[in-house]
DNA sequence: GATGCCACTGTCAGATTCTGGCAGTGGCGT
DNA sequence: ACGCCACTGCCAGAATCTGACAGTGGCATC
């Protein structure tokens, strides 16, 4: 096994444990010696990878994606550009925030004269269409998603009457005008949609629902096949 | 210098020269052998950069973009998958299958469970709001505006009067409802916006036009800065 | 068809890099 | 004080990379 492939093994050990491993435990399941390991773990750091390292604890490393190097065709770059860009301009602050960033890291990386054809691209979103009313954080959405964590809120109804709920987020679709977020609902036990614009005092909880989100996902696609909506 | 540094280095020097160059002058400016430079597009090719050798001629890079390693958050992550998708659903066949195509590539290269992560990354879009009128290819405006190329058409303005125009196409932009091509045309000698949907027998000439493309984005930016539109 | 140019491959000794073991430092909690 | 562990410098042996040489085959020109 070359070193570069053993770099990424190291990544996607590191990413099944969540706890902290000790550098010997790496060490062993690498099959290489434990001075080696400290040179890979060094590398990868200098590759910008978050691998941290605490003195009687072990390794661990902050969650994210790495990319091995990879090839784009002009035109696919200019779609992930364009739809970086159009992400950036949602009203999804910490979202935006991420879709910049991510461009920004691409750019980095660039040799210069193709950073400029980056900036040069000629693909352009227009203004998103005027202030929304959304009043909650989406970001707090998107976390609850991710860490598949029960969701409380008051939901306005069509018909203008609210509620209290406990609802198991598991998507959220970005509309024109309006972001929508997909979830089991405690109450009616049933998939249900929630307009982000009618949620109101949103708030995330420490209790993990009992099923999993790719699961729902695909369930809730499933009852959609007929009226076809996302 | 380190041969992965090496290889980048390659991919650089191939990007300069866009005529064929030869294997012997490749390994000059590397300061290799030729027996190395060898082996070294032979691992390029591996990690499927499209490098084509012709004997007797040299070697070219076939445009793209090269991005090496790099390490991504869970939200950049997100962000790219949705506006990805966001372009998929756009009415430009090419442009949206090329987002397909990018996001397929990056879930190639990802470990299986990474790989499951993106496709239930839960961020969804919502489909394009009804059937567009455009009837030209907007592929043909991005690949004139890559090369910089004049493009003739025939346009039907506001009022409905329709006349036949020579322009030099610089940016496409992407509103809610309908696309708009930016560029100065001769006949007015000033900037103008083309909605697509106006736009009839649209045809890219082999003439390119006199001046950088990034250099009138600059400029046409600037005369937006009180209108301020895109 | 001979010649020149060039991509491309196999082989092998020597240069270079990587690796493992060892010794040692320092932080942290028991 | 002790154990655990991250982390560093050093050095000899292992693994890899490199350069030189020899040779094949495609293509165009003379």
Redesign the pocket.
Known sequence: M??SE?LLDLIQILRRHRR?????TLAGEL???I??L?????TLQGQGAPIE???????VLKPGFMLPPLMFTDEEIEAIVLGSRWVAKQPDTRLSAAATDALAKIAAVLPEDLRDELDATALLVGPSVGPTRENIDLGVIRQAIRAERKIEMNYEDASGAGSRRTVWPFALGFFDKVRVMVAWCEMRQDFRHFRADRISDLAATDTRYPRRRAVMLKEWRATLDTTRKL
């Not at 902290?20 to 010997?24: E, I, K, N, T, Y």
């Not at 390292?53 to 390794?59: A, D, F, K, Q, T």
């Open positions: 070359s070193r053993r902290p491993v000790s550098g010997l099959d290489v010696s001075r080696t400290y040179r890979d773990i060094a390292g605490e003195p009687g604890l072990g390794y």
